[in-house]
């Protein structure tokens, strides 16, 4: 093999493309041995090495290497680039066929032609579907496919020659005898072994459409993809519920759609009824006693009796009964949008502004270990040390204690509110939090939002303890009453509005 490089150098040094830049030319590999440089017609110039390879080791893939002897009438032949199609084979000559012209050939010459590969026979029954495989499989192969293909090619070549098989070190017996299959199919196939050689990563895995096109085309009219999916069990469960009980109550927030027609009559904000609690009680009451009753028209009865069919025809499914206890509300509390924090040293790690501290943090300061808050006690939070999910506790945790995480928001916002046009850099702390809590503004900015947590309170810890022990329960965990005086009026009837 040579290259080009020492002609571009001593005679061509730029060349001018069809839109007038020049370029340097690259270094061109070509096969001096095929033919000389004082015929540049007959001189073929390779893009990369890999591809003069294969043509020099292989061929042209659609011909066949063969003599005079196998001719016979009506075979065809690629000749300098031009299509002829043999007439006649005598004891001396070889008629070919070429636009209309009849051309005769010694058969010393024609051997000649077809021992330095200037000719090729093409076998007669070509399959059209052949070629078409042959062109998307050469136009799917990349440079690095090449050089793999290549490789393999001459460790083949060197086997069939030789018949030695190359070390384990180059390649393992068990793969090279499977190059070899594909090598051998290929060439049967396609008359060029090198096809088979070509890796196949690409094509790895299952590639088919799973569901028919009768069925896409029905879900993309069922189900367009900017609508929900209304077919979930989940989500018409949520429709049905809306539809039959939620938007028929007073002040439910349907007509809000449309902001023309909301006066102050009818505005939803005005006409709040319902407390959380008196709300779940009647929405329980309406899934387990209203809805659970009626007949389903796609079960055919309602869906208690077949839940007890169900339950009794396959059992419990103990399973997927999973326990409401603190193990549970533990793993699935939240966590940051990091999700991890940094251990401070005599501090511990700092959660939305607060500082969190547990004993195990001696050991491991300056690491960084995934954390998780509860966001209905800002008192607490969870870090994962040594395998486990330690408890810590907050700074100034007596105040914060039962304090929601919408609770300990507001107040940062109003902090930082008020220090803006004071101090541009003002951090908030636990500290400030604590005393912002217990001031009396907080108790008028906050008051609202304490008496939603605390209905949701009873709700949440009602599932665990019962609905008989929960007016005790929500004392216990309640935040503490201001012990200041409150400069709220006594009729706080009208803060559910907003809720």
Known sequence: MARLEPLATRRVRYCRGSDGRQGLLKPLPLDLR???????????VFATPETASRRTSNGSPNALRLSADSLRFGSRITWD??????????ESTVGMLSDQRLTELPIAAFETLIRENRAQVLSADRDPDADRAIRDCVSRASETDLRAATHRSGLIGQYLETGVLPVS????ERTFFRWLAHYRKAEAAYGSGFLGLLPQSSNRGNHRAKLAESSRRLMQECMPPAEPRFGSTCERLFGTANTQFIHNLRGNTQITRNGRQVTKAVNPKG???????DLHRRLSEYFYEIHDTLAHPALGQCPRDAFRIGLASGGARVHRMVPYDDEFMMLTLPTTAKGTAKVMVSRGVKINHIYYWCDAFRQIEGEIVPVRYDPFDAGTAYVFVGKQWLQCHSEC???????????????????????????????VTARHLAEFLESVKAEEILLTQRLRDRESLGIRLGIVAGAENTKAVVEQHAPARPTKDVGVDEVVGELYGEF
Do not use: D, Q, Y
Request: aromatic share 6%; hydrophobic share 45%; net charge positive.
């Open 397 to 427: 945790f007596a105040t914060l204690k039962g304090r929601s995480e919408r609770e300990i928001m507001l107040a940062t916002t109003e902090l930082h509110g008020r220090r803006r046009n004071h101090a541009a850099s003002f951090n």
């Open 81 to 90: 680039g031009r299509s002829w199609e043999v007439v006649n084979v005598g």
């Open 34 to 44: 095929a033919a000389a440089l004082a015929e540049p017609s007959r001189v073929k």
């Open 169 to 172: 070190t180059v390649v393992p």
């Open 271 to 277: 006409l709040a009824t319902w407390p959380l609690a």
